[in-house]
């Protein structure tokens, strides 16, 4: 009996000097969580934060990661990979002050070190610009077809390009906004060419003013998706 008992603490004793000290998810794969930044600034609202890992991480969606949003309001969006690699973006909405986020990640089959980044997003909270609305609105065309105006369009998201134009005419000047920022200036510029790339949602505005006429504005939302 006593023999038994010496083989069983022995026993006992081995396992927990073989346990003792693991790391958790020590099978797990290990991933470096590297960089997280927002885009925008006093000139626009963040609509993405981009993460960084050291890898590709298989299967990472949105579910996989956690926002505590503080007072901003920041809401998840959808994440997609980005070029290079480790490299994801996630969009955000409904922000209604700048401050503070906290990003969480986890993913079965991964470790990540560190699990979560914190980043400052931005509220643009006065545009600044002063778009002269003129009777009637100019007309806005996606890619050749008219659109309504102040309506709102999907973008299937992808590679290649869609085209934002107003008619051909002759004018004195013509401004394009994106999300509120100038994006094209010059009296020639009668179109705007956009990326399919990155979701999320952008507003174009354009305001122009015809030779001898008065300056006219159009504007339409294309939600890539």
Known sequence: ??????????????????????????????????????????????????????????????????????????TRGVLTKAAGTGVYNLTVSDIIEGGQVTVTVSRDGYAFNPNYKNVNVHFKTDSGIDIGIGDPSIKLYLDGSPLQDGGSSPITQGEGTYTVSIPSGTYTDIIWYVNGNVAAQGAARTSVVMSKQTVGTYQVTVEATPSGGGKNSGSHSFVVQ
């Open 1 to 74: 009996m006593k023999r038994i008992f010496f083989r069983f603490a022995v026993l006992v004793v081995a396992t927990a000097l073989v346990c003792t000290g693991c790391p958790p998810d020590a099978g797990a794969e290990q991933a470096a969580f590297i960089g997280l930044i927002a885009n925008g600034g006093a000139s626009a609202t963040t609509t993405i934060l981009t993460l960084t890992f050291d890898k590709d991480i298989t299967g990472l969606t949105e579910t996989d990661i956690t926002l505590t949003e503080g007072n901003t309001g920041t």
